[in-house]
Each structure stands twice: as C-alpha cells, then as structure tokens.
C-alpha cells in the first residue's frame, strides 16, 4: 500500500516528503523507486522532520495503534489503512486522541470512492425511498491454496478476525455510507478451512505469485477465518447479508452489492466499477455508464474523467486523499468528507459483534453509544 498512496498523492500535488522501510536498505530502496527525497531510519525520524504534517500509515495491522498515536502525540495529521487498529479498546482510545488533537484522522476506506458508489449514496437519499434489504459479497481466491501465506493469517499481526476485518469492513463500511443505515445487530458464521498452512520458507508478499521452484514449507497453525457469512440487521427495519472468502477461484476482486427498495433496486460489481445498474418494476431497468454529466455533484464531484473513460483502483485512493487534504487546507474546521477514525473504530466493533456471534451462535446486537 505504500507504492500505492504515494501514487496517489503525486496525483493530487501532494508532495510526498519520504518513506519508511522496514530496514535502512528497503527503506532507501522504496524512496529511490517512488523518486523520493528521504528514507528515514526509523518512526522516530519521521515524527521528528518539521516539513512533514501528516503520516500515512501502511503497515501491517498490528502496528496501527502505536504509530497513529505517536504520530498524534507529535502534531502529525494521520491516514491510516484499515482496519484502524486491533481491537475497539485501541480504536477507543484513537478517537478520543484524535478529536482532542483537532488533526486530521482518517481510516483510509478508499472504495467509497469509487464515482458511482457516490452516485448510488445519492440515488438511495434522494430516489430510492424505503430500502428493503442489501446484500453482497467480497471475496477473492489470493489465499486459496494452503501453501498461500501472509501475516493477514495471524490473529497476532492482523487481528482476531481476518477475511471479515480486510475486506468485509471495506463492503461494510461502503453500505452503510451508501445507504445511510445503521447496522443494530449481527449474526455470523465464519470458517478456517485450513486449520494449518504450509508456510513457504522466507519472504512472502500479498497477492505474492506462487511458483513453485524448490520452495520449502513449514506447517503453521491459523487462527484466522477463510469464509464469513454475515446477517445483518438495520436500525428502522432493513435487513442484508454479506459474505466474504479468500478462497473462491477466480474471483480475484469481487465486491459486489445488490440494494432493493420501494422506488427500485440497485446493483454493482467492482470489478465493472463504472457501471451502475438500476433495477425498475414498472418500466425497463437503466445501465448507467460512469459519466460526471449524468450524476448528482456530490458523486461527480469525484470523478475526475469525462464519461467512457474509465476511473478505477487508484483513483479511489487519490478521491480519498483528496478529502482528507481539502480538510486539512481548510484548518481542520467543516464538514470532513474522508473515512474517520470514528469510522474506523466502527467497523472495528461490527468485526467484534461478528467474532461474537459466530462463537456463541447467537443474534449479538451493537452497543453504538461509545
Ligand atoms: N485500502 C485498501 O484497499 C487496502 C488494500 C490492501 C491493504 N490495505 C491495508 O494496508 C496495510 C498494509 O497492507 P499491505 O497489503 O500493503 O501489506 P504488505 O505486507 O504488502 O506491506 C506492508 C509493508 O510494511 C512494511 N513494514 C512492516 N513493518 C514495518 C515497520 N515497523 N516500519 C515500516 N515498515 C514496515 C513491510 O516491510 C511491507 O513492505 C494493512 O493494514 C492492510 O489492511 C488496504
């Protein structure tokens, strides 16, 4: 993720200071491929420069909560990938620091961005009336095999909960924005298919490639899911499911989403993300074709490409950025348009329900009032 939002902010203007390696050489290696100025040595070094404002957090999962709040301690605005942190005492606790620290804190739940996400947020406030149900799904075959390893398997470096807390909380976080519903309560049934892995000695990089050349193994127990299958039911009435794998073959990116409500239904696949389908009872459905002219301001607002050319993957990030960076210029006071911390800390306790409901087999509700 690194490569990816330092792309992403050149994008936008914003001039990327330096990057931080996991080693002195990696470091130096990553500043000279992005054509950066500085590799730093250390946390320490970054949070000591006086020309950086803000850190972008992209590291594995475990370290979240300790570098987002060092780096509040030491005036930087943050952007931290998702999941916000381990569990909600960390997520807790962040929120608390970032709204005494009147910084920027965002979560970087990037998919919202996708122009026609935002065109169907302001379809279900605008047309769509009362919604039924939602439902969908976001699986991806990357971690199929059980020789495919990376450290989003260990409770320990990603959380307790994984296939759910990676992808499901993108899926769920791009709902309840597009919707406006809140989810009440939650049931779930989440599976290790895998009970042990065969590690591939040395290195591993996510959606690594997987030959096969003398590589050597060696067994590791997971305590992770591959699969979770989520009820879900909303505040006001409205109910959906979701479910999520790393494990369907050949589905390599598929986050998918169906709304149904009394004015029509809605539909859409991420990996044809400039295509809305709107879904009509009593006349022929539409294809909308991402196109700025034909979508409300809020939604062409981020879309930077006249209709017929496609905006993707990247772009979300750069759409994001740009929210949280407009926040910024603006002295941190307004409206912020980007995933918060309060976001994060959200998602971070719907992955807590599921875990719950899942071991006791119940219906576990949300307790929202922290
Ligand atoms: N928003 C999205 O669409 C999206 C997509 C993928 C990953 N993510 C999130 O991004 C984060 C990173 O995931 P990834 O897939 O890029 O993982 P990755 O393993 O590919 O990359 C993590 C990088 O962090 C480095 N690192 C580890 N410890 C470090 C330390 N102490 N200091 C500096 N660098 C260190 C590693 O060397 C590695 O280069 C995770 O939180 C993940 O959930 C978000």
Sequence with gaps: MGPTHAEALARIGIVVRGILGSS????????????????????DDVLADPAVDAVHLCVPNVLHFDYAKRALAAGKHVMCEKPLAMNTLETQELVTLARASKLAAGVCYNLRYYPLNLQARALCSEKLGRIFHVNGCYVQDWLLHDTDYNWRLNASESGAL???ADIGTHWMDMLTGITGLEVEAVFADLKTFYETRRKPVGNTTTFGRTDDHGQTYEDVPIDTEDYGAVMLRFKGGATGSLHVSQMVAGRKNALRYEIAAANGALAWDGEQPNELWLGHRDKPNELLLKDPSLMANSAATYASYPGGHSEGYPDTFKQCFRAFYDYIAAGCTGDAHFPSFEDGHKQVMLCEVILESSQT???IRLETNS
Excluded: D, I
């Design 162 to 164: 994984r296939a759910v």
């Design 361 to 363: 087999e119940k219906w």
């Design 24 to 43: 002195a050489e990696k470091s130096e290696r990553a500043r000279a491929a992005l054509g950066l100025e500085k590799a730093y040595s250390s946390y």
